[in-house]
């Protein structure tokens, strides 16, 4: 039976109902992550979603010290981040359907990477942090003991999917024909953002250069691999515009790559080759619009919300957060996780005077540790990598100075988003 | 080049046919009293699904905010690049919001606040739509 999506009570996604039941009793054990390439030439197979994603989750294992016959659990989200590859024909099995070439299915990894001991699938949609969330669930509740959390993501064309449709239907017919989609939402709510705090889209120069500077520093992104140009002040403020106050470096560079994590429990992990990365909290938001678009309003109320969840299932509260990943894949949304989660005390409005203080992984506010997608090229999981590689001390130049024993992730969006935190300690 | 068109369902038909007779009209749950828009199944409010309306609207509204595209992934708007999408609220309830490339208007050059009128816009395949202007 194909696997399916994980049913809507997986996912944490109210407040009031205290500590996670689970909390320090799921650990990380394993990471993974595929080389990065601009986009697939369409012909090289070993270069294919389904082949990155198998070169991630051997890595995961190799970085557990686990075989793959030890895995019972895989967990994917299937959803491809770029185009589909038909209608071109497709290839002989197993690259004979969508699944492998632009997106990946857990039953496309069961069976392509012979995982032979698998009793558990699930598909976390939308975000590979969605699957995480439910990994870190299906671990904490027994349904799987050693889980495969994986995500291939696709780029076919080299650049965002262009929309040649002359309609649009369903949702979109009230979107569509103005051509309202997520740039536009995020670069309006910046807009509401400037006027409502008096600051302007200059002030996120300091940030961009950090970014592009930490994933200068992580040899697994994809600018360290193949375009080490280190970003200046002047480079950004003369980006062209994409939906103005968006401009282009505000926006991620579409990238082919795959990344893998290898989720456990707590008494397992402290058997295997690395230190346990402990799991206190998974949390969700899915929040609503009212009309049309998402408002600055809902925006702040709904990253307030996620903060809040986050600090009450895992038992921390803001000043005890050391590592701090949100996700950046447009950066002008950044700053609504920050002031949301106020990491070192940062209040709604304070993001842009943060971000001109000292944010270097050496410096006491290291914000974005991992570079994010600005600095690595687009996927959603630098920052979930990064939490795990700085509470193992194991970041290497990205390493962080200040203490590293908490750590908090998640993407996408402030009204969808999944996130976890993570301790070197499972109480 | 006209907007791409809207392609109705059974939800929305209502509101497309109203644009067709230059009529705006939004849904209303008449157990909560509750305009929504888009329009759905449900009241997404009290998830009444047996006393959703239309209600007649003036036409007025007031920009709420707005920003400038200069790079759309919708081919049949790239030619007008760069464009405004402006978000108006509606003068009788400033919760219901709608999308305008505020005809008339330059790039950038969006009085945000200002009232707006509605008008109506055909799209390539014949279907109009809503959109704003500002008011003198």
Known sequence: MATKDAPASVYRTKEGTGLWEHRGKVAVAGIGQAPCIRHWDGADLGTSVGALTITAAQKALDDAGISPDEVDGVVTCPVGMGDTWAPRPYFAPPYDTEDGLSLLTADWLVKNMGLKNVKFTSHGPRCLNTALAVGAQAVGEGKTSTCLVVRGTGNLTGRYHQMEEKTFSGANAFTGPWGWQLIPQIAFGFDQYCRKYNTSHDRMAPFIINQRRNGLLNPEGYYYQHRREVLTVEDYLAARWVCKPMSLLDCDLPIQTAGAFLFTTGARARHMKQKPVYILNHCSQRGVVRSGCETLDETEEWTDHIARMCYEGSGLSAKEIDVFNPYDGFTLFFQYFLEGFQWHGVKRGEAHDFYAGNISVEGPHPLSSSGGNCGNGRTRWWGQRDCIQQLRGKAGYRQVKVKHETAIAGAYTAGYSDWLIYSTSPN | ?136
């Open chain 2, 1 to 136: 080049m006209p907007k791409p068109s809207p392609i109705a369902d059974a939800v929305s038909k209502p509101f497309w046919d109203a644009c067709n007779e230059r009529r705006l009209i939004v849904q209303v749950c008449e157990t909560c009293n509750r305009m929504q828009y888009p329009p759905e199944k449900t009241c997404l409010a009290c998830g009444s699904s047996e006393h959703l309306g239309w209600r007649d609207v003036k036409g007025r509204g007031k920009i709420h905010g707005y920003c400038v595209m200069y790079d759309s992934r919708v081919r049949l708007l790239q030619e007008r690049q760069p464009f405004n999408i402006a978000i108006v609220e509606l003068e009788e309830n400033p919760e219901i919001k709608f999308f305008s490339h505020l005809p008339g208007t330059a790039p950038d050059k969006v009085p945000v606040g200002a009232a707006v009128n509605l008008e109506f816009e055909e799209t390539v395949m014949g279907q109009l739509v809503p959109e704003w202007r500002v008011a003198n």
